[in-house]
């Protein structure tokens, strides 16, 4: 008889339907504050908004129920990390000075391939079996992602466009392989998604139609926006 692997995720076992858990980290909750008070104090203006906004976003992620529901549904451990690469690092990018770095196209490959890297089934087994594995995922996810989002605010219209439009092809074809793989394939979500009433396979393909709509669209809307400043100022430049 084969026992199923025990998994010890940073934000706990999994939990029971209707038990929802909050993750009062000591030293999380520590350095949520501390950010907060150095947001405060050097910041100013929107950029001290979108700082807080950003650590507000990470909150959720963290400390909220979402964090101990993301060890039972895959589908919650992907709406957590659409929160921090697609709402957190946007806001985080656009807390921070402004600096034309010229590394558009280094910056969305990188935040792609890590993104698609911490899917892999290995390596997020390996996240979820290892708070250090783990901590390492969050922070690389969440800095390459700012560092993408903040390529994309310096860079030229044209040029943040593309990259954003490259950036929700690159969500939207994850989300769709792991739509259509007809098998789950994250063994720590093997034996955690029944109570919740999916099975490993539909709880995947939530994730899954997760990365391929609203997700995708969140770069989609950026990319619009940005294409929609560059028609305006066109049109005043003619009118002037």
Request: aromatic content about 10%; some cysteine.
């Amino acid at each position: 008889m084969t026992l199923a692997p025990v998994w010890t995720p940073y934000c706990g076992a999994a939990p029971d339907l209707g038990e929802w858990r909050w993750n009062l980290d000591p030293i999380l909750l520590l350095v949520l504050a501390a950010a907060t008070g150095l947001i405060v104090v050097r910041l100013h203006g929107p950029r001290r908004l979108f700082g807080l906004a950003a650590v507000a976003v990470l909150a959720v992620g963290f400390v909220s129920p979402l964090c101990a529901l993301s060890s039972a549904l895959f589908s919650a451990r992907t709406v957590h990390h659409v929160l921090m690469v697609a709402v957190a690092a946007p806001l985080l990018a656009w807390a921070l000075p402004e600096r034309r770095q010229g590394a558009l196209l280094l910056a969305t490959a990188v935040q792609a391939l890590v993104f698609w890297v911490w899917h892999a089934p290995a390596a997020y087994s390996a996240a979820l079996s290892n708070d250090l594995v783990y901590w390492v995922m969050q922070i690389s996810l969440l800095v390459s992602a700012t560092w993408f989002w903040g390529e994309a605010r310096a860079a030229s219209a044209p040029a943040a466009v593309v990259a954003l439009l490259a950036a929700m092809l690159a969500m939207g074809l994850l989300g769709a392989i792991l739509t259509f793989a007809g098998q789950s394939v994250y063994a720590p979500h093997a034996y955690t998604t029944l109570v919740w009433g999916f099975t490993p396979l539909e709880d995947q393909q939530a994730a899954g139609l997760i990365m391929w709509a609203p997700a995708s669209a969140l770069y989609l809307f950026a990319a619009l926006g940005r294409l929609g400043g560059l028609l305006g100022s066109d049109v005043e430049a003619r009118a002037a």
